[in-house]
């Protein structure tokens, strides 16, 4: 059973910094991406971690947010930095787990599992 809960969402101001977690449980060393949500948008991609460590990045955050995961304690990062109002939007962290390998790792249908989501609001 394959479970994922995002955390450390919140309110800053222009130029300031968060970084979400998300706890993960049953995914094994999947694939591990960040999406995010804005509303009346579509989901995107924003980054994700391949098995093997290998990263991914959107070009809208590239320099500004980088993913990361600690396989000891289960935990996957994004620390966003440099933030704007374009960046409003609810983030949600998902995995693979599926063996979907054949898929860029930014795709939404690359990954089975999704958490609930943490607002980031930017004003």
């Known amino acids: 059973h394959v479970q994922l809960v995002e955390s450390g969402g919140g309110s800053v101001q222009a130029g300031e910094s968060l970084r979400l977690t998300c706890e993960v449980s049953g995914a094994g060393n999947s694939c591990m991406g960040w999406f995010r949500q804005a509303p009346g948008k579509t989901r995107e991609g924003i980054a994700a971690?391949?098995?093997?460590?290998?990263?991914s990045v959107a070009a809208a955050v590239k320099g500004r947010f980088t993913i990361s995961k600690d396989n000891a304690k289960n935990t996957l990062y994004l620390e966003m930095n440099s933030l704007t109002l374009e960046d409003t939007a609810m983030y949600y962290c998902?995995?693979?787990?599926?063996?979907?390998?054949?898929?860029?790792?930014?795709?939404?249908?690359?990954?089975?599992?999704w958490g609930q989501g943490t607002q980031v609001t930017v004003s």
């Open positions: 971690i391949e098995s093997d460590g290998s990263t």
């Open positions: 998902a995995a693979d787990a599926s063996g979907r390998w054949y898929l860029e790792p930014l795709r939404i249908d690359r990954y089975k599992y």
